[in-house]
């Protein structure tokens, strides 16, 4: 089992910015990939961001492309996600994922539906 605790969402002004942490706790994080998705009321989850298990590896929704930044500090557990250049279209429930990626792409949600996920942190944008 892991477990996910995310922190570091609030209300921003658009142009802002927020560092989202997801602390893990459980069996050795190194093993995991880790991603962020978020969710608009009345939307589906979607993807955000992924960082593999050593952070060689990331990759990015077009949505965010330039303005989001995935990292990871394996000795502490943790996994963040810097946002800047916030926009009203950000607004959501951000939520982080870990899981075991075998041949699968990390940009699919579906791909983590059987990892670990956390409870979700808002985030407001306001314009």
């Known amino acids: 089992q892991v477990q996910l605790v995310e922190s570091g969402g609030g209300l921003v002004q658009a142009g802002g910015s927020l560092r989202l942490s997801c602390a893990a706790s459980?069996?050795?994080?190194?093993?995991?990939?880790m991603g962020w998705f978020r969710q608009a009321p009345g939307k589906e989850r979607e993807f955000v961001a992924s960082?593999?298990?050593?952070?060689?590896?990331?990759y990015y929704a077009d949505s965010v492309k330039g303005r989001f930044t995935i990292s990871r500090r394996n000795a502490k557990n943790t996994v963040y996600l810097q946002m800047n250049s916030l926009k009203p279209e950000d607004t959501a429930v951000y939520y982080c994922?870990?899981?075991?990626?075998?041949?699968?792409?990390?940009?699919?949600?579906?791909?983590?539906?059987?990892?670990?996920w956390g409870q979700g942190t808002q985030v407001t944008v306001s314009s």
């Open positions: 994922a870990a899981n075991v990626l075998v041949r699968l792409d990390p940009r699919h949600v579906s791909s983590w539906s059987n990892g670990y």
């Open positions: 459980g069996r050795t994080f190194s093993n995991y990939a």
């Open positions: 960082i593999s298990w050593n952070g060689g590896t990331t």
